[in-house]
């Protein structure tokens, strides 16, 4: 893991001590920001490092399936269960089992997982007799446990758990000096693994890095470099400017929390249906650097009609076409 600001350097330490540990962890932190990398960081500093690190992403799998994955089921648990079938946890045997959004899980699935910590036993569906398991949980979450916990979205009693052992990675806006380091080494990689010579970054790019805020964090910062990397005929990159309108705009937008500060339902869904629009336009117009053209041929509209959606949000000042 690169970095070597303040913030960064005390998560360092603390992953190495909690890597010491055989516990469950908990790692919090906005999209990007490194969590599953510092998941690996765990499971391999540790002594379960050579057996398995299962990541599963929660969000994914849809509700009905979720223990049906992780636990795994007997024969004729259900219809359509042919045969045994062992889940996840089964398959991180000796290793670590890596649960990414964890928020996302069903309450009964959050009870089987308390219970797991407690005495590492589980149940397979449609199975009476409980299976152990020696794996390390290492859980997930970009929005914040404590509040999901607070407003009963979120069992307590496994958030205190998990809370027990607990890890937040800064944003990267909070660790800005490592901005230029880390890019510099996605440099490194991109000509490792493209083999189209060594690049560098011009400093009005360095400079701009260090203010910028990053709402995508390092992945943010790791796709731009890649795609500036494979575009440029230079040796020296000079990347414009990311618009900051965008990003205030893009920070505001969750699908999964509807505001129900304004409980009209059709005013509440004009809101969330403007608010989905600024926040497409926001990342369209990130992914094509801020030309307008380029954006709405991403998104597969015309220009016009795109350029319409950016004044119907007064999104087209400051924007620069080419
Ligand atoms: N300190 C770091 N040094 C080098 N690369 C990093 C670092 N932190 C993150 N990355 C890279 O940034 C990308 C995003 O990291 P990762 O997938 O771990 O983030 P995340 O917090 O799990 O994101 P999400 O919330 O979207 O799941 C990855 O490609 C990862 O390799
Ligand atoms: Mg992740």
């Known amino acids: 893991m690169i970095g070597q600001s303040l913030a960064f350097v005390k998560i360092t330490q603390l992953i190495d001590k909690i890597a010491r540990c055989d516990a469950p962890v ?3 932190g906005e999209t990007g920001t490194g969590k599953e990398l510092a998941a690996r960081a765990i ?25 049906n994955e992780l636990f795994g089921h007997e024969r004729g648990a259900y219809t359509g269960a042919q045969s045994k079938r062992n889940g996840l946890i089964a398959h991180a045997q000796s290793g670590t089992l890596f649960l990414d959004e964890v928020d996302a899980l069903t309450p009964k699935a959050q009870v089987t997982l308390l219970r797991f910590f407690q005495d590492q036993q589980y149940f397979p569906l449609g199975g009476g007799v ?22 009963g979205e979120f069992r307590l009693d496994l958030f205190f ?12 806006r909070e660790r800005q000096d490592d901005a230029a380091l880390l ?20 400093a009005d790019t360095i400079a701009w890095f260090g203010k910028y805020s990053w709402p995508g964090n390092i992945r943010e910062l790791e796709n731009l470099i890649y795609r500036e990397y494979l575009l440029a005929d230079e040796p020296i990159l000079n990347i414009a400017p990311l618009e900051p309108v965008m990003v205030e705009r893009r920070h505001k937008f969750d699908r999964r929390r509807p505001d129900l500060s304004c409980l009209n339902f059709t005013k509440a869904k004009n809101d969330a249906i403007a608010k989905f629009e600024q926040y497409y336009l926001a990342e369209a117009l990130t992914k094509a650097h801020g030309n307008v053209t380029k954006a709405a041929s991403l998104v597969g509209k015309d220009r016009r009609a795109f350029g319409k959606l950016l004044k119907k949000h007064s999104m087209d000042k400051n924007i620069r076409d080419m």
Request: hydrophobic fraction near 40%.
């Open 183 to 202: 890019a510099t080494h996605f440099l490194q990689e991109c000509a490792a693994r493209f083999n189209r010579g060594a690049k560098t970054l011009h």
């Open 26 to 28: 908990l790692i919090e």
């Open 161 to 172: 758990r998990l809370k027990i052992m607990h890890l937040t990675l800064p944003p990267l």
């Open 130 to 151: 409980a299976r152990s398991a020696d794996v390390r949980v290492i859980v997930a979450s970009n929005r914040n446990l404590t509040q999901l916990a607070e407003m």
């Open 43 to 67: 499971h391999d500093g540790g002594t379960r490092t050579g057996h398995p690190f299962i990541p599963v992403n929660c969000g994914a799998i849809p509700d009905t399936l979720v223990e």
